[in-house]
């Protein structure tokens, strides 16, 4: 499957050898005469990380093979696997294709033929269009197109070739990603994976791969044990984890470019919430004495050194982009709470500064909050610190218990597990809180949610 940006087409041209310029000019060029808007000079801007988030209204026109043809093969199985991806979005509020007067199904995808007022009287802000100029059968090309309807500006388009069924996930994802970075800057959430440990019997917990929308569930361990508090490697080679055995606590590695999986045992038999910093180092808790510490790691996964010692329990380590800053859970006042070292200088200070049991701190990759899980009256839940004005939110209600929190790649969705239907299972809210959205996992207790980038190989 190839993919096209309408609007990038001319620069993607300029950037080739003159050997290749003029055979690619002619594969571009036949998608992009097909464009007769041009791009918006000012698209449509969201800012998920404001406090005051904007709500965007957007309608999918019925997705067409010629004038006022609906798609009914791959073309309507996309558009729904779009539609449910754009779900996940707390910011985007799908039209109902009942509220359009006259209906979806239009007699033109782009031009002056648009009729955008239909979608206008529904309250729509953005309109989507999809054409299959040759018909939607497998392995044919989709153009798809996003514009405001207000002023009919196009926002941007992407065309896809050679689309199979099996592929339709995929164009739905890069879509739709692409679509969430022309709004808000940033479309990783679409880009980004989740790691997470499954039950799946007694004395029995394996670490599982997911994406946030449920798509691409698969297991990466099958040993004997308990495996918890998986971690991505920044370069998404590595997934690390605690585990435990009958006899002992492990360090377990699992090689996502060897597909292995090995155990690495620690003097003082402790291995607790392994997190890598951006160098692709393991910050990592270990027993040398009556408590557990933090400790560095080489990239051999071999102790380095000490990153925090104090002679309390030391757990939970968590980094923000920089690798400078460190939030993690601390014993040493009595009750768990949340501190936050400087690694220049030194300096640690406390900033859970509410509750007597704050413990499982995430650090937003942006720098700017902290995630972690508070035991209130109503039980755990989750809130949010921010570093910048000192101020906290909640952003979880239960019911049932709301634990291990953790920040998406882009510092706006978060992760986290809750009991809530009576098993545990990941869910999804923003740094703003929200409605939570169930990821699906399949059967058997999820818990521990930790983010990832997908790797460009991958």
């Avoid at 609007?7 to 690619?24: H, I, M």
Wanted: aromatic content about 10%; glycine content about 10%.
């Amino acid at each position: 499957m190839q993919t096209f940006a309408f609007a990038r087409a001319d620069r993607a041209c300029r950037a080739l050898p003159a050997a290749g310029f003029l055979a690619a000019c002619r594969a571009l060029c036949a998608l992009c005469v097909l464009l007769t808007a041009s791009p918006a000079s000012a698209v449509t801007m969201i800012d998920i990380h404001s406090p005051g988030q904007n709500i965007v209204n957007l309608a999918m026109a019925t997705p067409l093979t010629g004038p006022s043809q609906a798609a009914a093969g791959l073309g309507a199985e996309l558009h729904k696997a779009i539609e449910e991806d754009l779900s996940f979005l707390p910011f985007m509020r799908l039209t109902a294709p009942g509220a359009v007067l006259g209906g979806t199904t239009l007699n033109a995808w782009q031009g002056p033929e648009l009729d955008f007022r239909r979608f206008q009287i529904a309250g729509a802000d953005l309109l989507i269009t999809a054409y299959w100029p040759k018909g939607d059968g497998s392995k044919s090309t989709v153009e798809l197109r996003v514009f405001e309807t207000f002023s009919g500006s196009f926002v941007f388009g992407n065309a896809y070739a050679g689309i199979t069924r099996d592929e339709l996930s995929n164009v739905a994802d890069r879509f739709a990603a692409d679509l969430m970075e022309a709004l808000t800057g940033n479309g990783d959430f679409f880009r980004s994976t989740l790691a997470f440990a499954r039950s799946g019997g007694p004395k029995k917990r394996d670490i599982w791969l997911v994406r946030p929308t449920g798509k691409e569930l698969r297991q990466i361990t099958n040993i004997p044990g308990t495996a918890m508090s998986p971690a991505w490697s920044p370069d998404g080679r590595y997934v690390v984890f605690g585990h435990l055995d009958d006899s002992s606590h492990a360090l377990g590695v699992w090689d996502r470019l060897a597909n292995q999986v090995k155990l690495i045992r620690f003097p003082g038999n402790t291995v607790i919430g392994p997190c890598f910093m951006p160098d692709n180092k393991v910050a990592v808790s270990l027993s040398t004495g009556n408590y557990p510490d933090i400790f560095l790691l080489n990239h051999k996964f071999e102790r380095e050194r000490p990153l925090e010692a104090s002679g309390a329990i030391n757990v939970s380590p968590s980094f923000d982009a920089t690798g400078t800053k460190m939030a993690f859970t601390s014993s040493r006042l009595g009750g768990p709470q949340i501190f936050l070292k400087d690694l220049g200088t030194g300096a640690v200070r406390r900033i859970s500064m509410n509750g007597g049991y704050n413990t499982e701190a995430s650090f937003s990759p942006d720098g700017t909050l902290v995630a972690f899980t508070r035991l209130t009256d109503q039980g755990h839940r989750i809130f949010v610190l921010d570093l910048v004005t000192g101020q906290e939110r909640q952003v979880s209600f239960g019911p049932g218990r709301d634990e291990q929190p953790s920040f998406a790649p882009d510092s706006y969705f978060l992760a986290f597990t809750s009991d809530r239907s009576g098993q545990k299972q990941i869910y999804l809210t923003t740094r703003h809180g929200g409605d939570p959205k169930r990821v699906p996992t399949g059967t058997g207790d999820a818990t521990f949610p930790r983010w990832g980038k997908i790797p460009a190989q991958q």
